[in-house]
């Protein structure tokens, strides 16, 4: 039977501390910021389109989406969209998380390698991330190992993913925060407040690193009593 609850399970413990804490930061940051309006009174999606012009990705589109924090690149559509929330907003939340999509836009404009990497894997760390936990229940279930050492193989393509992220989003608030200081978007008193925005979502990247990296450790520490 696979020991869903057997003591590997405790290798996640320090990561899903993380995660919860991740998500506490995220929360009180957002909640906090957002009630603080910038001096300059631009919008996300101003703000957005500004930094975009000023690095000649005028043709770089500024989208509002539903949801909440469902803020992201697409670099397909070649698109910044913002939430429905920052998009119109001129807190510090708004226009920081506005400013770190628009640094994802300039990742892609300058080919920022961690970000051309990441687009190249995701295909497969998107099919790995679905597979790999059926396929290494059904090798453990069964007893084969090539299905046991495959759900690994997937599993570890999105782990690689992961790790792969960190660097791009730690560079692309690095970008943001540098944007809206050279721009004199923010006062140095609401880049302070921004960086603490950018720091609390960062903190969830390096979390959900954590677990998956602490989850492939568990999988091979499971392959190998099935031995």
Do not use: C
């Not at 990705?57 to 910044?80: C, F, I, M, Q």
């Not at 960190?166 to 560079?171: A, G």
Request: aromatic residues 8%; without cysteine.
């Amino acid at each position: 039977m696979f020991p869903l609850f057997d003591p590997t399970i405790a290798l996640l413990i320090p990561a899903l501390a993380l995660a919860g804490w991740a998500q506490w930061k995220v929360r009180s940051a957002y909640s906090e910021f957002s009630r603080l309006r910038t001096g300059a009174g631009r919008s996300g999606a101003e703000i957005a389109a500004s930094i975009l012009r000023s690095n000649s990705l005028g043709s770089v589109r500024v989208e509002a989406v539903p949801g909440s924090l469902t803020d992201h690149y697409d670099p397909k559509a070649r698109a910044v969209r913002l939430s429905e929330g920052n998009y119109g907003s001129d807190s510090i939340a708004a226009v920081s998380i506005a400013a770190h999509e628009a640094g994802h836009a300039i990742q892609h404009g300058t080919g920022y390698m961690p970000l051309q990497f990441r687009h190249a894997i995701f295909p497969v760390a998107n099919i790995g991330s679905t597979l790999a936990f059926p396929l290494f229940l059904i090798g453990f279930l069964a007893q084969i190992r090539p299905l046991i050492d495959l759900g690994i193989l997937f599993f570890a393509a999105a782990v690689v993913f992961s790790v792969v992220t960190l660097p791009v989003e730690f560079n692309a608030s690095r970008r943001a925060l540098a944007q809206l200081r050279d721009g004199r978007f923010l006062s140095v008193g609401e880049l302070a407040g921004a960086k603490k925005v950018l720091d609390a979502a960062a903190l969830t990247y390096v979390a959900a690193t954590t677990m998956a990296l602490l989850q492939l450790v568990r999988l091979l520490l499971l392959r190998g009593r099935n031995d």
